[in-house]
């Protein structure tokens, strides 16, 4: 079957570089979510507790006690609590949720500052401290999400100002109904990279760790400079971490003209080797993929992209598809992200190091 290998080297070298920018590897929650990016949940929190990691942030409550034994603190972004636990904070995403959560439940509040998704609006601050208090809930957090924080627009300062603001107003109302010592956290990956002295309690950090972030080159960051390196030179840094290899299924000798696979959408043009691999879309392998796909060594994709197979032109045992997602997802015109979480969590996983 085809395989993936995750690099621990490049993990770590990766919250080398995170951990340096939020001074300590208590404020550096790694995300979890969707399989670990797709990367295996259980293996990255096994590294991530290995590096000395205690926060992680997942989606789901399930996901949550899956690796409870590994983390201190486990924030779980969109569901709601089976039954209280030490370890595990859930977030509030509108007012309604408040009164879905068991008296004493640890939550953190959600505000959107401006991407209208997820989080209470920032007029909604006092209200939802009262019914957290009412409901006797244990808030221990207020944080947000940028929508632009690795692009090139108004929103990311935008935001940043509005959560000043949330801050702000979040400190009184917390001295007023008594919630001790609340946290605050606002920053995914790309924002924690173009933060000029990050301050904050926490960032929230997933693609960087799997070392797959990206910046538009455009982007002014201003004068941040970590180890003499300016940020965009330090996203460079950052080494992918996961690996996709394919097994060989079968070999043949195509002469001029054959054509290959569904709807015999590539016709050789010469005498060629054609070898068929174990890694098609039902694996994750984009279909978008079909057609141009150039795997890390040159060796080029043959006509359409099947269900449990893909056609490449070698004849080698064992193909390696991709190192790096942010290579790959620009053959399928898409974003590393879900070239990552495309990749069935049925695909054995390795750790290489
Ligand atoms: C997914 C997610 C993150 C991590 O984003 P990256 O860009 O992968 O660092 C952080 N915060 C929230 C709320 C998220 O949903």
């Given at each position: 079957?085809?395989?993936?290998?995750?690099?621990?080297?490049?993990?770590?070298?990766?919250l080398d570089i995170i951990t340096k920018l939020t001074k300590t590897k208590d404020k550096t929650a790694l995300v979890l979510k969707d399989n670990a990016y797709g990367h295996g949940l259980l293996q990255?929190?096994?590294?991530?507790?290995?590096?000395?990691?205690?926060?992680?942030?997942?989606?789901?409550?399930?996901?949550?006690?899956?690796?409870?034994?590994?983390?201190?603190?486990?924030?779980?972004?969109?569901?709601?609590?089976?039954?209280?636990?030490?370890?595990?904070?859930?977030?509030?995403?509108?007012?309604?949720?408040?009164?879905?959560?068991?008296?004493?439940?640890?939550?953190?509040?959600?505000?959107?500052?401006?991407?209208?998704?997820?989080?209470?609006?920032?007029?909604?601050?006092?209200?939802?401290?009262?019914?957290?208090?009412?409901?006797?809930?244990?808030?221990?957090?207020?944080?947000?999400?940028?929508?632009?924080?690795?692009?090139?627009?108004?929103?990311?300062?935008?935001?940043?100002?509005?959560?000043?603001?949330?801050?702000?107003?979040?400190?009184?109302?917390?001295?007023?109904?008594?919630?001790?010592?609340?946290?605050?956290?606002?920053?995914?990956?790309?924002?924690?990279?173009?933060?000029?002295?990050?301050?904050?309690?926490?960032?929230?950090?997933?693609?960087?760790?799997?070392?797959?972030?990206?910046?538009?080159?455009a982007l002014h960051v201003k004068g941040l400079h970590v180890k003499g390196l300016h940020v965009n030179e330090l996203v460079n840094e950052l080494a992918p971490v996961l690996s996709v290899h394919a097994?060989?299924?079968?070999?043949?000798?195509?002469?001029?003209?054959?054509?290959?696979?569904?709807?015999?959408?590539?016709?050789?043009?010469?005498?060629?080797?054609?070898?068929?691999?174990?890694?098609?879309?039902?694996?994750?392998?984009?279909?978008?993929?079909?057609?141009?796909?150039?795997?890390?060594?040159?060796?080029?994709?043959?006509?359409?992209?099947?269900?449990?197979?893909?056609?490449?032109?070698?004849?080698?045992?064992?193909?390696?598809?991709?190192?790096?997602?942010?290579?790959?997802?620009?053959?399928?015109?898409?974003?590393?992200?879900?070239?990552?979480?495309?990749?069935?969590?049925?695909?054995?996983?390795?750790?290489?190091?």
């Amino acid at each position: 079957m085809a395989y993936i290998t995750l690099d621990k080297n490049h993990f770590f070298h990766n919250l080398d570089i995170i951990t340096k920018l939020t001074k300590t590897k208590d404020k550096t929650a790694l995300v979890l979510k969707d399989n670990a990016y797709g990367h295996g949940l259980l293996q990255i929190a096994g590294m991530a507790k290995e590096y000395g990691l205690t926060k992680a942030v997942v989606r789901t409550d399930e996901e949550a006690k899956q690796i409870e034994d590994f983390f201190e603190y486990i924030l779980v972004l969109a569901d709601f609590a089976q039954e209280s636990n030490e370890k595990i904070r859930y977030t509030i995403n509108d007012l309604q949720a408040i009164n879905k959560f068991a008296k004493n439940t640890k939550v953190e509040l959600k505000v959107d500052t401006g991407m209208c998704r997820n989080g209470i609006v920032m007029s909604e601050l006092e209200e939802a401290f009262v019914l957290c208090a009412k409901q006797g809930l244990k808030l221990e957090a207020v944080f947000t999400h940028h929508s632009s924080a690795d692009e090139e627009n108004e929103y990311f300062d935008l935001q940043n100002k509005n959560f000043q603001q949330v801050k702000k107003e979040a400190r009184a109302l917390a001295k007023k109904y008594a919630f001790d010592s609340l946290r605050f956290h606002s920053c995914n990956s790309a924002a924690l990279f173009r933060t000029n002295g990050f301050d904050e309690d926490m960032a929230r950090v997933g693609i960087a760790a799997y070392g797959c972030l990206e910046l538009p080159n455009a982007l002014h960051v201003k004068g941040l400079h970590v180890k003499g390196l300016h940020v965009n030179e330090l996203v460079n840094e950052l080494a992918p971490v996961l690996s996709v290899h394919a097994k060989k299924i079968s070999s043949r000798k195509l002469q001029k003209g054959d054509c290959v696979g569904y709807g015999a959408a590539f016709e050789t043009e010469c005498t060629c080797d054609v070898s068929n691999y174990d890694f098609g879309y039902g694996d994750g392998f984009l279909r978008s993929c079909s057609h141009n796909y150039v795997t890390p060594e040159g060796i080029k994709i043959a006509g359409r992209i099947s269900m449990d197979n893909a056609s490449f032109l070698t004849c080698k045992e064992e193909l390696l598809i991709f190192n790096d997602a942010r290579e790959a997802a620009r053959y399928a015109g898409t974003i590393s992200y879900e070239m990552l979480t495309s990749l069935k969590a049925y695909l054995p996983r390795k750790v290489v190091s």
